[in-house]
Every structure is written in structure tokens, then in C-alpha cells.
């Protein structure tokens, strides 16, 4: 069966530090991978995806950047932090082969970042 | 834009009680819909997904329904338990998944 793991399950970090969140799903192959954020009181929201190595894909401008290196790894990341970034983090993957729209999502714990 | 929302904000019931939680969404172009519960400080957990073509879908206590051309679907949940206390989410699937804000459910033993 499918997995997502996600760390750091929490992150305290000081405004101005980076960023490095990881993600790595198994059981599946060619993924679409998601990274969406969670602010308290609100909905989700999109913030990147991505249909295969290298392909990434920004929905929101921001301060954050996302990457694929590997089939089954999406980082997020940012070279310094703000205090508007905190929230909850939590990639997801959903469908394969790049085809949008189909096939059931699938979160993993998520990570709580704070920054102070 | 799709546009999902889920009234009520929060409910509370006693147990053994059955409830419905709704959500409504403004382009029926879509397809598929997903209901999720999320406890808190956890990930997202997938309940039911409904394609388009049906009308709906169970899972134990959980029946979810379908009514594209309305915009609509309900989660019912039967015979409600403490442990069913958590935030359940839709999500319509379009060109990209859109989520609504969830309803609080508190289930009182």
C-alpha cells in the first residue's frame, strides 16, 4: 500500500533562517505531489505540485520554493523565513503519470512549522 | 473559481445520534469528490471518494451522496461515537483539488 512520510513533524525557527521540509511517498510510482499549507481557521492551500522530477509547478507566489530531485521526493524549502510562513505544512500525492484531476489524495501527518 | 463550502462551521451532537454534514461547490465540472477527516494537529485521512458518475458511496457508518448538477454532497454518519469527534473536509476535484474549511464535529459521550 501507499505511504507519505513527512519530517520534521514540528519546526521552531527564527525569522531570517531557512527552510527544508522533506516529504518521500512509497508504494507508487510517477507520483503527482503536492505541498499544501494549512493556516489556522482557514481552508487549504495549494501551494506547489508536481508531476515529475524536476517539474514543479507555483500556485501562490511567495517566499518558499519546492523541489523534486527523486521520483518519490518533494521538498519545500526557503533561504530565510518569515514570520507570515508559519502554519502547517502536509504534502500529498494523488494520481500519477502527470494526469490532473483523477484519482484520490492522500495526505501525509504534515508538519508544524513556527516562526518566531 | 470553484468555490467549496461547508455549513456548519461546527456541531455538536450527543452520541448515538446520526448526523449530516454538508458541502456545496459552484462548478459541477468536476471529477471527483473526497471527504477527509483531520484530528487535530494530524494529516488529512480519506473517508469516501465519490467520481462524478456516481450518486454515492459507504464505508461502515459513512455514506457519502453525490448531486453534481445541484452542486451538493452530504456525509452521513450513523449512530455517532466520542471517537468520531474531528474536522471533516471535502474536497472537489476539478482541474486541481479544492477544499472547503471543514466542519468541527464534537461528538458528546
Known amino acids: 500500500s501507499q505511504t507519505i512520510h513527512q519530517w520534521p513533524a514540528t519546526l521552531v525557527q527564527p525569522v531570517g533562517s531557512p527552510l527544508s521540509l522533506e516529504c518521500t511517498v512509497e508504494g507508487t510510482s510517477n507520483p503527482n505531489l503536492y505541498w499544501y499549507r494549512q493556516a489556522a481557521g482557514r481552508g487549504l492551500q495549494l501551494l506547489f505540485y508536481s508531476v515529475g522530477i524536476g517539474q514543479i509547478s507555483s500556485e501562490v507566489p511567495q517566499n518558499l520554493s519546492a523541489s523534486r530531485p527523486q521520483d518519490r521526493q518533494f521538498i519545500l524549502s526557503s533561504k530565510k523565513l518569515l514570520l507570515s510562513d508559519s502554519g502547517f505544512y502536509l504534502c500529498a500525492w494523488g494520481g500519477t503519470g502527470g494526469a490532473r484531476g483523477v484519482g484520490e489524495l492522500f495526505f501525509g501527518e504534515g508538519s508544524r512549522l513556527t516562526v518566531l | 473559481k470553484q468555490e467549496v463550502t461547508q455549513i456548519p462551521a461546527a456541531l455538536s451532537v450527543p452520541e448515538g445520534e446520526n448526523l449530516v454534514l454538508n458541502c456545496s461547490f459552484t462548478?459541477?465540472?468536476?471529477?471527483?469528490l473526497q471527504w477527509f477527516r483531520q484530528d487535530p494537529g494530524k494529516g488529512l485521512t480519506s473517508l469516501l471518494l465519490?467520481?462524478?458518475?456516481?450518486r454515492e458511496q459507504t464505508s461502515g457508518r459513512l455514506n457519502a451522496s453525490l448531486d453534481k448538477s445541484s452542486g451538493r454532497s452530504t456525509l452521513y454518519i450513523a449512530a455517532s461515537q466520542p471517537g468520531d469527534s474531528a474536522t471533516y473536509l471535502c474536497?472537489?476535484?476539478?482541474?486541481?483539488?479544492?477544499f472547503g474549511t471543514g466542519t468541527s464535529l464534537t461528538v458528546i459521550p
Open positions: 474536497a472537489v476535484n476539478g482541474n486541481q483539488f479544492y
Open positions: 462548478d459541477s465540472a468536476i471529477y471527483n
Open positions: 465519490i467520481q462524478s458518475s456516481q
